[in-house]
């Protein structure tokens, strides 16, 4: 297989509908994501952007089509088949879009929390805590370095570090493929900036990112390729700037003022 | 343990049902074959008219096994059906799964003995004015506990606890006040009816009338009168009812009212039956959760027919295996299974 | 020997051990994974009789110990295999279908005890148990037994206490917190309530065996809701979310009835017989309602991760 063997985890989306009682929201004919490193999805609300993301995740069923992984190694799987929590040990990720975190959990425990294993949280492992810690322990330093978190060993407390921590556990898990649904929306913008940074490097070690943002310079910024979506279909896919100067986008979403 | 209130001996000293017929009891109609047998068998003539009484005699056994089982199952357990609708006003129109339900039906036996002993009325003139008391101590329960547990957002698993709590309360507070031991009703022993040649006492279709009239009586106030119309938006939403002023205490009240009504009819009609203890209500909590749980994948009158359904399955095993416990069991694994197979969508569908 | 020790204050603290070891476990599962269990007396009820059958109906080739300990493994793997079952049968329902699949599971386990009746000896009881050795006069056996109890309480303990330490428990409480994002970041929620049912049936189970041999005689009125809700309303005084919780809560409760009320507060006579036993009840009842309403998290209060993270790691 190692003539299939590729740089990127792809995901392709194929014939996928998906349709609440009786209205379309989905209707994706062929879509590929994971192509370029970083992608951008773009479209006004209710385009269906979040339900793609959820259906790739499986968290909603598909009325129709399949959604399937092509990993790096060149095999594929189908994830529309695929209980929820496998997405993750297949490499598939997808942060939250609605702020959600562990109510009693402190930060160092969201951040230990993704890093555990099974074989980690086995209920009969003697050592494990210790064991993981110490594996992990540039990492978890690295990230809370980078990210300015307060004291780790307090609960997560305003909305934004809630957000931010959710991309954390995000990134902790290494994903081959990272869906990222409005990762800035509510962050200062010093931390919109250090996300971004750290959604790039990660690009670079050869992560997929799939983002959805409502924050249009943080696509222009970040994204290789952009796809645009309205009512439920993809109606084109390009690099940032053809477009940002398409005439449909700037009519469908951006506005004339924009361009 | 389990059998006072149910079972096979409730009857009435003078019915042939008194004893639980087994395939292995005589039936009408077989008593002649033994005897005719041998003949039979040596006069193949004789074989079909034989075989013809044979039929007929397993037919009447089998028919008069139905009857029984219908005319006992639905008579027998009317209480359970009456308890199951209270339970499932609180729990589909309320939200609230409140296990002290229970404990309405309890008190609702104690108050129909109280008022017979005090006054010196009959069972059914009782009936009524215990159901009052019940649906009072019901609404009474709201107020205390259950809705101030609501503004401090209790939820979930903790509202259920409460509810725990407070059956365990009431259930051992109340015999500090009606008594340690069980009690009996002193009035007269009642009529016994012939229904399909099944002897059934009177206060038992009281109980059946009270099912009938009652479930009516709330159906079409819940889909005809304003106050309905209220309580279903509440029920379906409640965050839009409460933010378009439909939330008045009153219609909660109310819900909380009639349900411990028919709880308390229930425990009256139970006790009647038999005696009245503390572990009346209690005993019933899982057939009417299971009841309320299964029956609820339709609406309010699923209740009252699987209820129904319950009742007589209950007594068909119980008259063929000849024991309550059993037939019980059976009942509870056969749910079980259903409640696995349907899934969430059992529990999700029993809140409206 | 124990002339100073009462033999009744030795059942009346076995009791309570009993009550500390199962709140421990309901700790586990209510306070940590938010999982409804209503059917304690259940799974503790069947390490219960399955001891007591195999123990004194089954003729075994080896006397005791070995005898004991084959049937007190059998019936802690019996618990264990009903708690998988009932994780699973309940894994995908709601809190209402939990609080019914839990309940009807030891409704079944009374029913079956009491119908039962060649096996269980049904209403009337199952005897023909004992101590696995023989130290003398029956309270120095009954000492000897309900120190062993304590030993596995302790056990029992340590276990919760290591729980909050590791990987596992945090798994857990992630699981009870918000579990769509637990199973987001790839956690099997349903293999985590599988695992702990299948753990803490067991030992529940065990705590039953413990039981049968303290007693030497099983009926069916010991397996009711009261045991359930005695463990549930010390664990919920005491704090349903901390580790220590059921020590402190069942202290308050079932020891301060079990023990001071019994034996230490001079009351007319004739009041233990019933008065005091029903009020004990119905005090329980009364504290879960209050606790809940007005102190919803217990005497001990939150959980206190930020102080615990503190102690087991130096990440700043």
Not at chain 3, 179 to 191: C, D, I, N, V
Not at chain 3, 301 to 315: A, N, T
Request: with cysteine.
């Amino acid at each position: 297989m190692t003539s299939s063997e590729r740089t990127r985890a792809e995901i392709h989306v194929r014939g996928a509908k998906k349709s609440f009682s009786g209205r379309t929201v989905v209707d994706v004919d062929e879509l590929v994501l994971g192509d370029s490193a970083v992608e951008g999805l773009l479209g006004p609300n209710g385009a269906g952007k979040t339900t793609l993301m959820r259906m790739i995740m499986h968290s909603i069923p598909l009325d129709e089509g399949t959604v399937t992984l092509h990993k790096r190694d060149g095999s594929t799987i189908t994830l529309s088949e695929l209980p929820p929590h496998q997405m993750v040990s297949n490499g598939v990720v997808k942060s939250t879009q609605v702020v959600s975190d562990f109510d009693q959990l402190t930060i160092l425990d969201s951040l230990l929390l993704a890093l555990a294993t099974p074989g980690d949280e086995s209920p009969i492992r003697w050592k494990a805590e210790r064991e993981l810690a110490k594996k992990h322990e540039e990492e978890i330093r690295h990230q809370l370095d980078r990210f300015g978190f307060g004291n780790p060993n307090e609960v997560a407390g305003s909305a934004g570090e809630k957000k931010l921590l959710d991309i954390v556990r995000c990134l902790l898990l290494k994903p081959d493929v990272l869906l990222l649904d409005e990762p800035t929306a509510g962050l200062p913008d010093d931390i919109t900036q250090l996300v971004m940074s750290a959604v790039r490097e990660l690009a670079l070690g050869g992560t997929s990112v799939v983002i959805v943002e409502h924050d249009l310079e943080v696509i222009w910024e970040l994204c290789d390729e952009v796809t645009f979506m309205a009512e439920g279909r993809v109606l084109m896919k390009s690099d940032p700037e053809t477009i940002r100067n398409n005439s449909l986008v700037v009519e469908k979403y951006l506005g004339a003022d924009h361009a | 343990m389990k059998d006072t209130g149910r079972g096979v001996g409730v009857v009435g000293d003078d019915t042939p049902q008194e004893t639980a017929p087994t395939p292995t009891s005589d039936a009408p109609g077989t008593a002649s074959a033994p005897t005719a047998d041998p003949a039979g068998r040596q006069r193949p003539a004789w074989a079909i008219p034989l075989l013809a009484a044979a039929v007929v005699a397993i037919g009447a056994f089998v028919s008069e096994f139905i009857a029984e089982s219908l005319v006992i199952g639905a008579t027998e357990n009317a209480p359970l059906v009456l308890a199951a609708l209270g339970f499932a006003l609180l729990y589909r129109l309320n939200g609230l799964l409140n296990v002290a339900f229970t404990e309405t039906v309890t008190l609702g036996g104690y108050f129909a003995i109280w008022i017979t002993s005090t006054t010196g009325w009959g069972f059914a003139a009782a009936v009524i004015p215990a159901g009052i008391l019940s649906g009072l101590l019901s609404v009474a329960t709201y107020l205390l506990v259950f809705r101030p547990a609501k503004k401090r957002n209790v939820d979930g698993l903790e509202l259920i606890v409460i509810s725990f709590g407070l059956a365990l309360f009431l259930r051992h507070a109340l015999q500090f006040v009606f008594g340690f031991r069980a009690r009996f009703f002193e009035t007269p022993p009642p009529n016994t009816i012939d229904v399909l040649g099944v002897g059934v006492p009177s206060f038992r279709l009281l109980a059946v009338a009270s099912v009938a009239v009652l479930s009516f009586a709330i159906y079409q106030f819940i889909r005809r009168t304003s106050y309905g119309l209220q309580i279903r938006a509440l029920a379906s939403n409640e965050g839009l009812a409460e933010s378009s002023g439909v939330r008045p205490l009153n219609v909660t009240l109310l819900i909380w009212f009639v349900a411990g009504f028919a709880g308390g009819l229930a425990g009256a009609f139970f006790g009647v039956a038999s005696a009245v203890t503390p572990l009346l209500g209690t005993r019933q909590l899982l057939l009417i959760l299971l009841v309320v749980l299964v029956g609820g994948i339709w609406d309010l009158l699923g209740v009252v027919w699987v209820g129904a359904a319950t009742g007589i399955a209950l007594t068909a095993m119980t008259l063929w295996l000849g024991s309550d416990l059993w037939a019980q069991l059976i009942l509870i694994v056969l749910f079980l299974g259903l409640l696995k197979t349907r899934g969430g969508r059992l529990t999700a569908g029993s809140k409206v | 020997m124990l002339d100073w020790l009462d033999a009744f204050l030795i059942s009346g603290l076995f009791g309570v051990v009993q009550i500390i070891g199962l709140g421990l476990l309901v700790h586990l599962q209510m306070g940590l994974t938010r999982v409804a269990n209503f059917g304690v007396a259940g799974f503790w009820g069947l390490g219960l009789y399955v001891f007591g059958i195999l123990y004194g109906k089954v003729d075994w080739p080896f006397g005791d110990p070995w005898q004991f300990l084959v049937c007190a493994i059998a019936a802690t793997a019996a618990s264990a295999l009903a708690g998988l079952f009932v994780a699973w049968l309940i894994s995908d329902l709601d809190v209402d279908g939990a609080l019914v699949g839990t309940l009807g599971f030891a409704t079944v386990i009374f029913l079956l005890a009491t119908a039962w009746s060649d096996l269980t000896g049904g209403a009337a009881g199952l005897g023909g148990l004992g101590f696995p050795y023989d130290a003398g006069p029956a309270k120095t056996n009954e000492f000897i037994w309900f120190v062993l109890t304590t030993a596995i309480v302790a056990g029992i303990l340590a276990y919760v206490l290591w729980v909050h330490r590791s990987p596992y428990g945090r798994l857990l409480i992630a699981v009870g917190t918000n579990e769509p994002l637990a199973r987001s970041l790839g956690k099997s929620s349903t293999r985590a309530k599988l695992t702990l049912f299948t753990i803490t049936s067991g030992m529940m189970g065990l705590l039953g065996v413990m039981q049968a041999v303290m007693f030497r005689f099983i009926i069916p009125a010991n397996v009711t809701i009261n045991i359930t809700l005695a463990a549930l309303a010390g664990l919920i005084l005491g704090g349903i979310t901390r580790a220590w919780g059921a020590v402190v809560g069942v202290l308050f409760t079932v020891a301060l009835f079990d023990i001071v009320i019994q034996f230490y507060v001079p009351l007319p006579q004739e009041w233990y017989t019933q008065a005091i036993p029903v009020a004990r009840e119905a005090i329980f009842g009364l504290a879960l309602v209050l606790v809940l309403l007005f102190r919803p998290k217990g005497m001990l209060g939150e959980m206190k991760r930020p102080q615990l993270m503190r102690r087991i790691h130096d990440f700043k």
